[in-house]
Protein backbone atom coordinates (compact mmCIF):
# COMPACT_ATOMS: atom_id res chain seq x y z
CA UNK A 1 0.00 0.00 0.00
CA UNK A 2 2.81 2.21 -0.20
CA UNK A 3 2.70 2.88 -3.51
CA UNK A 4 -0.88 3.84 -3.62
CA UNK A 5 -0.90 7.85 -5.40
CA UNK A 6 -3.88 9.57 -3.60
CA UNK A 7 -5.05 13.23 -3.45
CA UNK A 8 -6.57 12.87 0.11
CA UNK A 9 -4.16 14.47 2.66
CA UNK A 10 -4.83 12.00 5.78
CA UNK A 11 -4.51 8.77 3.65
CA UNK A 12 -0.78 10.55 1.85
CA UNK A 13 0.04 10.42 5.60
CA UNK A 14 -0.71 7.42 6.75
CA UNK A 15 1.06 6.05 3.63
CA UNK A 16 4.08 8.01 4.50
CA UNK A 17 4.00 7.05 7.87
CA UNK A 18 3.84 3.52 6.87
CA UNK A 19 7.15 3.94 4.32
CA UNK A 20 8.99 5.60 7.27
CA UNK A 21 8.42 2.60 9.75
CA UNK A 22 10.12 1.14 7.49
CA UNK A 23 13.09 3.48 7.71
CA UNK A 24 13.02 3.89 3.94
CA UNK A 25 13.63 6.94 4.48
CA UNK A 26 14.35 8.46 1.02
CA UNK A 27 11.12 7.00 -0.30
CA UNK A 28 9.43 8.53 3.00
CA UNK A 29 10.99 12.07 1.97
CA UNK A 30 9.08 11.93 -0.96
CA UNK A 31 5.73 11.48 0.31
CA UNK A 32 6.26 13.30 3.40
CA UNK A 33 7.02 16.33 1.23
CA UNK A 34 3.67 15.66 -0.80
CA UNK A 35 1.70 15.71 2.02
CA UNK A 36 3.43 18.71 3.26
CA UNK A 37 2.68 20.28 -0.57
CA UNK A 38 -1.17 19.29 -0.03
CA UNK A 39 -1.78 21.90 3.01
CA UNK A 40 0.86 22.66 5.62
CA UNK A 41 -1.27 24.20 7.64
CA UNK A 42 -3.33 20.62 9.18
CA UNK A 43 -2.00 18.63 11.51
CA UNK A 44 -0.87 15.81 8.96
CA UNK A 45 0.96 19.04 7.22
CA UNK A 46 2.84 19.74 10.62
CA UNK A 47 3.74 15.98 11.01
CA UNK A 48 5.46 16.01 7.81
CA UNK A 49 7.97 19.06 7.92
CA UNK A 50 8.85 17.74 11.85
CA UNK A 51 9.19 14.18 10.25
CA UNK A 52 11.37 16.03 7.20
CA UNK A 53 13.55 18.18 10.01
CA UNK A 54 14.23 15.25 11.77
CA UNK A 55 15.05 13.27 8.77
CA UNK A 56 17.46 15.58 7.93
CA UNK A 57 18.77 16.22 11.79
CA UNK A 58 17.57 20.01 11.78
CA UNK A 59 16.93 21.46 15.40
CA UNK A 60 16.33 17.72 16.78
CA UNK A 61 14.79 19.10 20.12
CA UNK A 62 12.34 21.35 18.72
CA UNK A 63 10.87 18.77 16.28
CA UNK A 64 10.69 16.42 18.84
CA UNK A 65 8.74 18.64 20.72
CA UNK A 66 6.36 19.52 17.79
CA UNK A 67 5.82 15.66 17.58
CA UNK A 68 4.80 16.07 21.08
CA UNK A 69 2.63 18.42 20.86
CA UNK A 70 0.54 17.01 17.89
CA UNK A 71 0.32 13.87 19.49
CA UNK A 72 -1.09 15.66 22.60
CA UNK A 73 -3.53 17.30 20.45
CA UNK A 74 -4.31 14.23 19.07
CA UNK A 75 -4.26 11.35 21.59
CA UNK A 76 -6.27 9.54 19.88
CA UNK A 77 -4.37 8.97 16.38
CA UNK A 78 -2.22 6.27 16.75
CA UNK A 79 -0.05 7.58 13.42
CA UNK A 80 1.08 11.05 15.62
CA UNK A 81 2.55 8.19 18.71
CA UNK A 82 3.79 6.09 15.80
CA UNK A 83 6.19 8.87 14.06
CA UNK A 84 7.58 9.73 17.74
CA UNK A 85 8.40 6.06 18.43
CA UNK A 86 9.86 6.02 14.62
CA UNK A 87 11.78 8.81 15.21
CA UNK A 88 13.04 8.25 18.65
CA UNK A 89 14.17 4.40 17.48
CA UNK A 90 16.05 6.59 14.48
CA UNK A 91 17.83 8.69 16.84
CA UNK A 92 19.19 5.67 18.78
CA UNK A 93 20.14 4.44 15.25
CA UNK A 94 22.07 7.29 14.20
CA UNK A 95 23.72 8.36 17.33
CA UNK A 96 23.64 5.07 20.14
CA UNK A 97 22.26 7.87 22.56
CA UNK A 98 19.23 6.00 24.78
CA UNK A 99 18.02 9.54 25.82
CA UNK A 100 15.13 9.16 24.26
CA UNK A 101 14.44 5.09 24.65
CA UNK A 102 11.83 5.72 27.47
CA UNK A 103 9.94 8.28 25.19
CA UNK A 104 9.85 5.92 22.19
CA UNK A 105 8.78 3.17 24.23
CA UNK A 106 5.95 5.25 25.80
CA UNK A 107 5.16 5.80 22.24
CA UNK A 108 4.70 2.19 21.27
CA UNK A 109 2.68 1.64 23.93
CA UNK A 110 0.45 4.74 23.00
CA UNK A 111 -0.15 3.19 19.39
CA UNK A 112 -1.04 -0.32 20.76
CA UNK A 113 -3.48 1.13 23.23
CA UNK A 114 -5.38 1.85 20.17
CA UNK A 115 -4.15 -0.39 17.20
CA UNK A 116 -4.47 -3.71 19.73
CA UNK A 117 -2.53 -5.43 17.54
CA UNK A 118 -0.91 -3.39 14.72
CA UNK A 119 1.18 -3.57 11.47
CA UNK A 120 4.18 -5.53 11.93
CA UNK A 121 6.97 -3.08 11.87
CA UNK A 122 4.94 -1.55 15.35
CA UNK A 123 5.97 -4.83 17.25
CA UNK A 124 9.30 -5.11 15.44
CA UNK A 125 10.38 -1.85 16.41
CA UNK A 126 8.75 -1.69 19.53
CA UNK A 127 11.05 -4.70 20.45
CA UNK A 128 14.08 -3.40 19.18
CA UNK A 129 13.90 -0.35 21.86
CA UNK A 130 12.97 -2.89 24.55
CA UNK A 131 15.57 -5.22 23.79
CA UNK A 132 18.73 -3.26 22.41
CA UNK A 133 18.13 0.23 24.03
CA UNK A 134 16.53 -0.60 27.35
CA UNK A 135 17.25 -4.59 28.06
CA UNK A 136 13.55 -5.50 28.66
CA UNK A 137 14.15 -8.87 26.84
CA UNK A 138 10.91 -10.81 28.35
CA UNK A 139 8.90 -7.43 27.27
CA UNK A 140 10.37 -7.51 23.75
CA UNK A 141 9.79 -11.44 23.51
CA UNK A 142 5.88 -11.24 23.57
CA UNK A 143 6.58 -8.45 21.10
CA UNK A 144 8.93 -10.32 18.51
CA UNK A 145 6.30 -13.60 19.15
CA UNK A 146 3.78 -11.11 17.31
CA UNK A 147 5.60 -9.93 14.73
CA UNK A 148 6.75 -13.58 13.76
CA UNK A 149 3.19 -14.58 13.64
CA UNK A 150 1.99 -11.53 11.40
CA UNK A 151 5.19 -11.87 9.22
CA UNK A 152 6.72 -15.12 9.26
CA UNK A 153 9.97 -13.75 7.48
CA UNK A 154 13.52 -13.84 7.70
CA UNK A 155 14.19 -10.48 9.28
CA UNK A 156 11.50 -11.51 12.20
CA UNK A 157 12.93 -14.26 13.40
CA UNK A 158 15.91 -12.81 13.27
CA UNK A 159 14.95 -10.16 15.60
CA UNK A 160 12.96 -13.01 17.85
CA UNK A 161 16.45 -15.17 17.54
CA UNK A 162 18.25 -12.09 18.77
CA UNK A 163 16.66 -11.46 21.76
CA UNK A 164 16.10 -15.24 22.76
CA UNK A 165 20.34 -14.80 22.15
CA UNK A 166 20.51 -12.18 24.59
CA UNK A 167 18.02 -13.85 27.28
CA UNK A 168 20.34 -17.18 27.13
CA UNK A 169 17.43 -19.21 25.23
CA UNK A 170 19.68 -20.26 23.39
CA UNK A 171 17.70 -23.65 22.39
CA UNK A 172 15.06 -22.07 20.86
CA UNK A 173 17.41 -19.19 19.61
CA UNK A 174 19.17 -21.72 17.57
CA UNK A 175 15.89 -22.58 16.04
CA UNK A 176 14.85 -19.41 15.16
CA UNK A 177 18.41 -18.12 13.46
CA UNK A 178 18.02 -21.43 11.65
CA UNK A 179 14.76 -20.52 10.44
CA UNK A 180 15.87 -17.06 9.50
CA UNK A 181 18.98 -18.48 7.16
CA UNK A 182 16.82 -20.84 5.60
CA UNK A 183 14.23 -18.37 4.41
CA UNK A 184 17.10 -15.40 3.31
CA UNK A 185 19.82 -17.84 2.77
CA UNK A 186 22.08 -14.96 0.66
CA UNK A 187 21.83 -12.87 3.51
CA UNK A 188 25.32 -12.15 5.23
CA UNK A 189 24.03 -9.76 8.09
CA UNK A 190 21.58 -13.50 9.54
CA UNK A 191 24.57 -16.24 9.51
CA UNK A 192 26.61 -13.05 10.94
CA UNK A 193 24.24 -12.74 13.98
CA UNK A 194 24.01 -16.42 14.80
CA UNK A 195 28.05 -16.54 14.68
CA UNK A 196 28.11 -14.25 17.37
CA UNK A 197 25.78 -16.06 19.33
CA UNK A 198 27.10 -19.04 18.89
CA UNK A 199 30.37 -17.29 19.96
CA UNK A 200 28.43 -16.19 23.27
CA UNK A 201 27.36 -19.98 23.31
CA UNK A 202 31.14 -21.03 23.49
CA UNK A 203 30.90 -23.16 20.30
CA UNK A 204 33.70 -21.29 18.95
CA UNK A 205 34.03 -24.09 15.59
CA UNK A 206 30.00 -23.71 14.96
CA UNK A 207 30.81 -19.37 15.18
CA UNK A 208 33.58 -20.19 12.78
CA UNK A 209 31.83 -22.30 10.57
CA UNK A 210 28.86 -19.51 10.44
CA UNK A 211 31.43 -16.73 9.91
CA UNK A 212 33.03 -18.64 6.62
CA UNK A 213 29.68 -19.04 5.36
CA UNK A 214 28.62 -15.36 6.03
CA UNK A 215 32.28 -14.55 3.99
CA UNK A 216 31.55 -16.67 0.96
CA UNK A 217 28.02 -14.26 0.66
CA UNK A 218 29.93 -11.33 1.16
CA UNK A 219 33.97 -11.37 1.17
CA UNK A 220 34.07 -7.91 2.29
CA UNK A 221 32.49 -8.24 5.55
CA UNK A 222 34.55 -7.24 8.35
CA UNK A 223 32.79 -8.45 10.89
CA UNK A 224 32.67 -12.00 9.72
CA UNK A 225 36.51 -11.88 10.43
CA UNK A 226 36.18 -10.23 13.57
CA UNK A 227 33.80 -12.98 14.59
CA UNK A 228 36.19 -15.62 13.45
CA UNK A 229 39.38 -14.19 14.86
CA UNK A 230 37.36 -14.02 17.96
CA UNK A 231 36.48 -17.69 18.03
CA UNK A 232 40.11 -18.69 17.42
CA UNK A 233 41.65 -16.81 20.09
CA UNK A 234 38.90 -18.45 22.55
CA UNK A 235 40.45 -21.68 21.45
CA UNK A 236 43.86 -19.84 22.39
CA UNK A 237 44.56 -20.47 18.29
CA UNK A 238 46.35 -16.95 18.72
CA UNK A 239 48.84 -16.98 15.29
CA UNK A 240 45.90 -17.60 13.41
CA UNK A 241 43.25 -15.35 15.24
CA UNK A 242 45.82 -12.50 14.53
CA UNK A 243 45.55 -13.55 10.53
CA UNK A 244 41.80 -12.74 11.11
CA UNK A 245 42.20 -9.43 13.09
CA UNK A 246 44.26 -8.21 10.12
CA UNK A 247 42.22 -9.15 7.73
CA UNK A 248 39.33 -7.52 9.24
CA UNK A 249 41.74 -4.26 10.01
CA UNK A 250 42.61 -4.33 6.58
CA UNK A 251 38.55 -4.44 5.19
CA UNK A 252 37.96 -2.21 7.64
CA UNK A 253 40.20 -0.12 9.95
CA UNK A 254 37.77 2.28 11.09
CA UNK A 255 36.36 -0.87 13.81
CA UNK A 256 38.34 -0.92 16.83
CA UNK A 257 37.47 -3.97 18.01
CA UNK A 258 39.99 -5.62 16.05
CA UNK A 259 42.88 -3.75 17.24
CA UNK A 260 42.41 -4.76 20.69
Avoid at 11 to 18: E, G, I, K, M, S
Wanted: aromatic share 12%.
Amino acid sequence: YTGIQTNDQRLAFAQAVCTRSRFNTQQADGQFRRVFAMDPRTAEGHCARFALELDDHNQVDKNFTGLRLLAADNPDNPLFHWMIGIQCRDFYRHTFRKDRSAEGCRAYQRVLELFDVGPVLVHQTFANILSEELDRNEEALVQRRIAVELEPKAWTYDGMANTLSAMKNYDEANLAYAKSTELAPNDAEYWLHWSGSLYNQGRFEDCISKSKTALAIDPGSYLARYYWGTALEAQAKRKKALEQYEEAIRLNPANPDAYV
